[in-house]
């Protein structure tokens, strides 16, 4: 197989904006890609930064409704109305000129990443402007208009993969992902989010395991709000790991909104960028062990975009290219002048938070009485059994 690494970027992704004031600013992909650059990630032997053309709608209609994709696209013309049943006009998700083609872009960069991680012409993938999460068959949604995930895995069994593995850290359960394989067994969905109970979109209870036929293939962890870097991690270990050993899948797609960070404006978890980055290497390693090294690593969530966004993805791009970054470094002098220049306020100077990011592996033992424990035991209590799984023991 080869070494060579994918990752997607082109100035044109940039046109998925839904103006200003709103949350998800296309500035966040740009820092990401000026620093993962600075840092020089994006040149070296085996690696290729690759542009993204918009997928036409026959690849779209392999996920979302005709009548959907013909509503984005009439919103998407000058002056074009929304249609808040289909959630287009809405505040999450405004309509602008050009939506279809943006969104449809995002997906053909997940689209091409994945084909090429399963011809083998790439080892690993990355397209950071995806993880369209919560994107529905036949609506807009959480700022998600077309759901890349869901369509690059489409492509991936239509390509003849038998199982895939589906990984979404982002603060928020994946739940358009979830919701277009609840019925197919050869999608194993897993996320790991701050609790339904008090974000959005209210979905991702361990009890959620998959539709008729399928039982066992969506794996739901729902932590509770202030979740901080000891029991996000600890869930991520006690969950991810075993599931995916026991599916076996032959590609890994994970997504890593980094919106569980701390200094996230709309959410509630307390992770750190240094946790963020052992997740990272968590789900790396594993689609090595289980995957032959097939992963396909998606953005997502994130809405730090000078504190947070930048570096916790410089870090999925440094670990994809196997060139991980010292989390003491400093970031790069020009990449902080220009933050400086163009937004008149300091990054941070490091590419840590200054923590260790350590936890108990949920091997060393439980405590019933721990918040995150008795939520951890929910979900491999629901799910663990229809996986073979020994919620007790595995
Ligand atoms: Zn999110
Ligand atoms: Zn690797």
Redesign the pocket.
């Known amino acids: 197989m080869s070494?060579d690494?994918q990752v997607v970027w082109s100035p044109a992704l940039l046109g998925y904006d839904f103006g200003d004031g709103h949350p998800m600013a296309p500035l966040r992909l740009d820092l990401t890609m000026r620093l993962a650059d600075a840092l020089g990630l994006l040149d070296g032997p085996g690696m290729r930064v690759v542009g993204a053309e918009p997928v036409t709608d026959a690849v779209l209609e392999t996920v979302h409704e005709a009548a959907y994709v013909a509503a984005v696209r009439a919103a998407s013309e000058p002056g074009g109305a929304g249609d808040a049943l289909r959630g287009l006009g809405t505040a999450d998700d405004p309509v602008f000129p050009g939506m279809h083609e943006a969104a449809a872009r995002v997906v053909g960069g997940s689209v091409d990443v994945a084909m090429a991680v399963w011809s083998g012409e790439a080892?690993?993938g990355v397209n950071l402007t995806g993880g369209m999460h919560h994107a529905m068959p036949g609506a807009a949604s959480g700022f998600c208009v077309y759901n890349d995930a869901a369509v690059a895995i489409r492509a991936l069994l239509a390509a003849g993969a038998e199982r895939v593995a589906y990984v979404d850290v982002d603060a928020h359960h994946g739940d358009g992902v979830q919701a277009v394989f609840w019925d197919d067994p050869r999608v194993l969905t897993v996320s790991v989010h701050e609790s339904g109970h008090t974000l959005f979109p209210g979905t991702g209870h361990p009890r959620e395991t998959g539709g008729p036929g399928a039982e066992g293939s969506a794996v739901n962890v729902a932590l509770p709000a202030r979740t901080s870097d000891a029991g996000w991690l600890r869930a991520i270990d006690a969950v991810v790991p075993p599931v995916l050993r026991a599916f076996r899948p032959q590609v890994v797609v994970s997504q890593h909104g980094c919106d569980a960070h701390v200094e996230d404006p709309i959410t509630n978890l307390d992770v750190s960028i240094d946790a963020g980055r052992r997740a990272v290497e968590m789900v790396?390693?594993l689609?090595?062990e289980v995957a032959d090294?097939r992963?396909v690593a998606l953005g997502g969530g994130g809405y730090a975009v000078v504190d947070v966004v930048p570096r916790a993805w410089a870090h999925v791009i440094a670990?994809?290219v196997?060139r991980p970054v010292d989390p003491g470094l400093r970031l790069p002098e020009a990449w902080q002048a220009e933050v400086v220049a163009r937004y008149g306020r300091r990054a941070p100077a490091r590419m840590t938070d200054g923590v260790d990011a350590e936890f108990r592996p949920w091997s060393a033992g439980y405590d019933p009485a721990d918040d995150v424990d008795r939520a951890v035991r929910a979900t491999r209590a629901a799910v663990f059994p229809l996986l073979g799984l020994d919620p007790e023991l595995d």
Do not use: D, P, R
């Open positions: 070494a690494v080892e690993h790396h390693a689609a090595h090294g992963w670990e994809a196997h």
